[in-house]
């Protein structure tokens, strides 16, 4: 099984790039975001109070998270691999999705982090917004807010994979054929 973590701040670009990898490697794409937006907008008791946070931009408790993800993994039992995109966004997660890939007997293989400096990120942000209907993607406080948390929550991550030898950062300007090859190089060495 071919399990990645696809990692980086709002707007970096993770969405397309796993479009482009679930084609080629075939995996099932586990988006913590999207999971939750089609709970909000299932109305669902875990969807009104995520909601209540992903209003303010800030990130959902981990314990409400690492269940959904737990759930998820073990319903996809056969799946050829996993891209984990959105997902770990604390230390508290990346231990636990450890635990809940050990208990199936499996593994990361890469951490990918797509690196895009924060001017870049608002303005791709903001043009989403126009057609992606997200209102955390309309409003310029509220992205800033998503950013803060990234900065302050979730850049550790990228260290506790790096200390398994697990991270690589990929430059997220660019050619988005370009950024892929260098995803999928990383990959597969
Ligand atoms: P995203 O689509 O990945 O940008 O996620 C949208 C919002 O969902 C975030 O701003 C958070 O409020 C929430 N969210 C998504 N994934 C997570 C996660 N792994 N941990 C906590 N909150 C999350």
Redesign the pocket.
């Known amino acids: 099984m071919l399990n990645i973590v696809l990692f980086g701040p709002?707007g970096a670009g993770?969405?397309t790039q796993s479009e482009k990898l679930i084609q080629k490697y075939g995996l099932v794409h586990l988006?913590?975001?999207?999971l939750?937006?089609s709970q909000v907008a299932a109305q669902t008791e875990l969807g009104i109070m995520?909601k209540q946070?992903?209003d303010k931009?800030?990130?959902?408790?981990?314990e409400?998270?690492i269940g959904m993800i737990d759930h998820k993994v073990k319903e996809n039992k056969s799946a050829k691999g996993f891209i984990f995109?959105?997902?770990?966004?604390?230390v508290a997660?990346a231990e636990s999705l450890d635990k809940i890939l050990a208990n199936n007997e499996l593994s990361i293989k890469k951490m990918l982090a797509l690196e895009v400096n924060e001017e870049e990120l608002t303005k791709r942000i903001l043009l989403r917004g126009q057609t992606s209907g997200?209102t955390?993607d309309q409003n310029e406080e509220l992205i800033r807010a998503?950013v803060k948390?990234y900065q302050t929550k979730t850049a550790p991550v990228a260290n506790y994979y790096a200390q398994q030898n697990k991270f690589s950062g990929i430059n997220g300007i660019g050619e988005i054929e370009e950024i892929f090859e260098n995803i999928c190089k990383a990959i597969e060495n």
């Open positions: 709002p993770k969405g988006s913590t975001g999207d939750l937006r995520a946070y992903m931009g800030l990130l959902v408790p981990d409400v998270m995109d959105g997902f770990p966004r604390t997660q997200r955390d998503r948390e």
